[in-house]
């Protein structure tokens, strides 16, 4: 018996059993695809008398219980946003959104800085609006300044348009 004729069948086991787990895993994609959201985070600097210091716009893929982390630094300011989305099946289109907030800020150079941590958990439907104060919400002086991070939480196959050349992009807000 050749070489070939041996080797042959024994590939042909190897070779069979990935073809099929090629296949089984095409649904578990489209099953991840499915679940996919995308968070859309929009975060302001805003006066106490409203007007806008800067103003900026992220969005971060993920499927329910991976977490979206965003982080802000600035000067004697850092802030460590954890957005962890969960199905709730309770509601339709329901989620409870997870945050989970650091803040550390430094009075003056050379000084230890002040710590302070939430965590909070938010239902609300999917395309829902809410309003994020990680530092709270100033209104007596309008020298001082709000932090407002907006975030809205799509599922990903309406967040995606296809174009003529098939190739997938965001759609405008």
């Not at 996919?36 to 103003?55: E, F, P, Q």
């Not at 309770?90 to 939430?118: C, D, F, H, R």
């Amino acid at each position: 018996m050749s070489f070939v004729k041996k080797v042959l069948p024994v590939l042909f086991l190897f070779c069979t059993p990935l073809g099929v787990m090629a296949q089984e895993n095409e649904p578990q994609a489209e099953s991840l695809l499915d679940q996919a959201i995308v968070i859309r985070i929009n975060t302001k600097l805003i006066s106490a008398n409203g007007k806008a210091g800067w103003n900026f716009s992220v969005a971060r893929i993920t499927i329910p219980g991976r977490p979206v982390v965003l982080k802000l630094q600035g000067g004697n300011l850092q802030i460590k946003l954890g957005l962890t989305p969960y199905t709730d099946d309770t509601t339709e289109n329901g989620l409870i959104l997870v945050t989970q907030g650091e803040v550390w800020i430094t009075e003056k150079p050379g000084k230890q800085a002040k710590y302070m941590a939430s965590l909070k958990s938010t239902k609300l439907v999917m395309g829902e609006k809410i309003h994020l104060y990680p530092l709270g919400v100033s209104t007596k002086a309008p020298e001082k300044y709000n932090i407002e991070v907006e975030i809205q939480i799509v599922p990903y196959k309406d967040a995606v348009q296809k174009p003529d050349n098939g190739k997938q992009k965001p759609k405008e807000q």
